[in-house]
């Protein structure tokens, strides 16, 4: 079964409120078997735009990662950043067929 | 050796209790007296560490913990509460690995720095830290929780001149 992602780019304005999601948010990732594939990090942004941290998290399936992001334990980490943080983020199925070459 | 690194969880406790105790006879046997000779990081400390997401087991290659970080906040931002690593597994970069985790999560939740209470002259204490960047904070310097984990200390039996606080900047 093909695994379910967050992609997420973050700016933080209030430290404060985003330790407080921080703190939160594990144990929604932990219950939907969310993993941190990409934690920060250092990148580069050769076109486009971006944002100043970059997250990806992988979860056992499409439909796992959904869930997370409806879960009543995240939103409620959610809820902590109290608007500090401006997020852009996409949920997306990931690919296990054939790969090049 | 290698070891994986994991977030704790509650059945975690009586083998990181275990641990503390295990890597506190080192203390001893330089004659330096360690509260995990009278009592261990209670269950309560790490069922705190593992709510905010800042307490982290390092497991060997059969599963077993052999080393813990456990942190708490102080003035807002982590505090590195207890590292401890089984004798056995001492000198295998364990430590070093638990403590880059935790910086990387002080760095993670925005904090400016990551302080810890430690003994001056061992050296797998202070000047440990210090190879890691952490410098002792002193006098002025020296204010809010950081002094009330300090004092702490200082009652629980620590010697004044030997016990210090340290940060590290991030």
């Known amino acids: ?101 | 050796m290698t070891a994986r690194i994991r977030p704790a969880v509650e059945g975690d406790v009586p083998a990181l209790q275990h641990l503390e105790r295990d890597a506190a006879e080192l203390f001893r046997e330089w004659g330096i007296w360690s509260p995990a000779h009278a009592g261990v990081r209670s269950a309560r400390d790490h069922a705190a560490g593992r709510t905010g997401g800042h307490s982290w087991v390092a497991l060997d290659e059969a599963g077993i913990p052999c080393g813990f970080a456990l942190c708490c906040l102080a003035d807002g931002h982590l505090h590195l509460l207890e590292l401890a690593v089984a004798r056995s597994r001492q000198g295998g970069g364990i430590g070093t690995a638990l403590l880059a985790v935790a910086i990387d999560h002080a760095r993670w939740r925005f904090d400016p720095c990551i302080t810890l209470t430690t003994d001056r002259l061992l050296p797998w204490n202070a000047p440990f830290y210090a190879r890691h960047g952490f410098v002792a904070l002193e006098g002025a310097r020296l204010t809010g929780d950081l002094a009330t984990l300090l004092d702490d200390d200082f009652a629980t039996g620590f010697e004044p001149d030997r016990w210090i606080a340290m940060a590290k900047v991030l």
Not at chain 1, 64 to 89: T, V
Request: aromatic share 12%; proline share 4%; with cysteine.
């Open chain 1, 1 to 101: 079964m093909a695994k379910g992602y967050w992609v997420a780019r973050v700016d933080v304005h209030n430290t404060d409120a985003y330790k407080d999601y921080v703190a939160a948010n594990g144990a929604a990732f932990a219950k939907f078997g969310g993993r941190f594939v990409v934690r920060g990090g250092q990148f580069q942004n050769p076109v486009g735009s971006s944002r100043s941290r970059n997250v990806v998290i992988e979860f056992p399936s499409y439909q796992a990662a959904l869930d997370c992001w409806g879960s009543a334990e995240y939103q409620a980490a959610r809820a902590k950043q109290q608007g500090g943080a401006e997020m852009d983020l996409v949920i997306i199925e990931g690919y296990d067929g054939p790969q090049p070459g």
